[in-house]
Structure formats: C-alpha cells, structure tokens
C-alpha cells in the first residue's frame, strides 16, 4: 500500500513563473490537507479539501495560491506568478476520515519549491 | 501569534538516558495533541497522541504527558535510542467538528548522542 505521492519533490521556478504541486493520497483516503513549513518554521495549515469540494482553505494565501481535489486524480496546489518568498516546503497529508479523527494522518515526503 | 510554542530549538541527550520534549500551547479551544517525528527530506510522521479528557498516554517508550491548567505538554522517550534523532513536531487541533487543520510548533531537533 503506497503512502501519500508527492511529485515533484524538488521543483525550480523563476519568479514570476506557476508551480504545480501534485499530491495523491493514500488509497482509500478523501481527505487531503496541505501545509507549508517555512525556513525555521513549523508547518503551517493552508487548505483541506475533499473529493470535488474545497473544505476549509482559511490558511491559504487570499491571492495566487488555488487547490483542487478532483473526483479523479491527485489533489493539485498551484502557485501563480511565484516569488521568493514562495520557497518552502510544501506537505501534503491525507487521512480516511476528516479532522484528523483518524490520528495516523499520513503525511508525503514534501515538494521542495525554490523560486530563483 | 504562535499558538503552539516550542522553545527549545534543540535537545541534546545520551544514549540510553530520557529524552523530554516540551510543547506549550495558549488556545484553550484545542482539545487534541499529537507529536509527529520527521527525519530529513521526508514527510513528519506520527508518533503519539492525547486527547485533551487525559492527562497521560504511554506508548512503548514514548509517553506524552498533559498540563491543561499549564496549557503544557511533554513527550518523554525512555531509553532514548539513535534512531530517534529527528525533529519532533508538537501539533494541536480544536474541537467542535471544525474542518480546521493542525497547528504545528516549530520543532524541537533531538540528538541522540552515543
């Protein structure tokens, strides 16, 4: 049983320029949350979402930043017209039931994004 | 405003000793705890929880200890083991059936000295 993909896990962009941040969850898992961790910074909630439905996306940059969970596919998180301060981490977690009831929330190894 | 607090940036213990990591919190809406443990360049990983109704839950040799008067909570490791340098992420949800995320600490880096 594969864990949580992530993919890329290193991605370049120059400023200015999109990142795309695929996440698919582990099999049998509908809930998706990203997070982001900074230099020197825990990681910090930014969206959760369900199959075809944005749950609770108040961590979520009000500009640039957008999330799908499509009914079929991975759940994508794209940054538009990146900047430096961009460059983080970014995690995806998934779990089979929502809120992290299930306490084992399974997280991926990270897509490291570096905006040049 | 951080609302989980984890002061100590680093810890540094011998091998076979207890290892206690501290974890301070101000959101007294939070009613679950979990501590995650990531190794780098992989994702965080979890470790052990406790509900906000217990003051103790031991597993193996992690036991997580919680103050809500202090609004503090703890996760021993005894013995402390090599494999168990990483960082510890302290983490806290509120209650209430709300859709929200977990607010994470900053860390604390364990090193496990032989």
């Known amino acids: 049983n594969a864990g949580v993909m992530q993919n890329p896990r290193h991605l370049v962009r120059r400023r200015g320029q999109e990142a795309r941040l695929r996440c698919s969850p582990m099999?049998?898992?509908?809930?998706v949350y990203w997070y982001r961790q900074l230099p020197e910074e825990g990681l910090k909630f930014m969206v959760y979402l369900q199959k075809e439905n944005i749950i609770d996306e108040s961590g979520m940059p009000k500009e640039r930043f957008s999330a799908e969970f499509p009914k079929e596919g991975p759940s994508i998180l794209r940054i538009q017209q990146v900047v430096r301060g961009d460059s983080a981490a970014y995690f995806c977690?998934?779990?089979?039931?929502?809120?992290?009831?299930?306490?084992?929330?399974?997280f991926g190894q990270g897509t490291r994004l570096t905006v040049v | 405003d951080q609302q989980v607090k984890q002061n100590s940036p680093s810890l540094s213990v011998q091998e076979g000793r207890i290892s206690i990591l501290n974890c301070d919190y101000t959101?007294?809406?939070?009613?679950?705890f979990l501590w995650y443990k990531k190794y780098p360049a992989e994702g965080p990983t979890f470790l052990i929880s406790i509900s906000s109704i217990k003051d103790k839950n031991e597993d193996g040799r992690f036991t997580v200890f919680l103050n809500k008067s202090a609004k503090h909570l703890s996760l021993h490791i005894v013995p402390s083991q090599p494999g168990d340098s990483a960082v510890y992420f302290c983490a806290a949800r509120t209650g209430g059936g709300g859709a929200d995320g977990l607010t994470f600490g900053k860390g604390t880096h364990l090193i496990i000295q032989p």
């Open positions: 959101n007294s809406m939070f009613d679950y």
């Open positions: 977690a998934s779990s089979p039931l929502p809120d992290f009831w299930n306490t084992e929330a399974f």
């Open positions: 099999k049998g898992h509908s809930h």
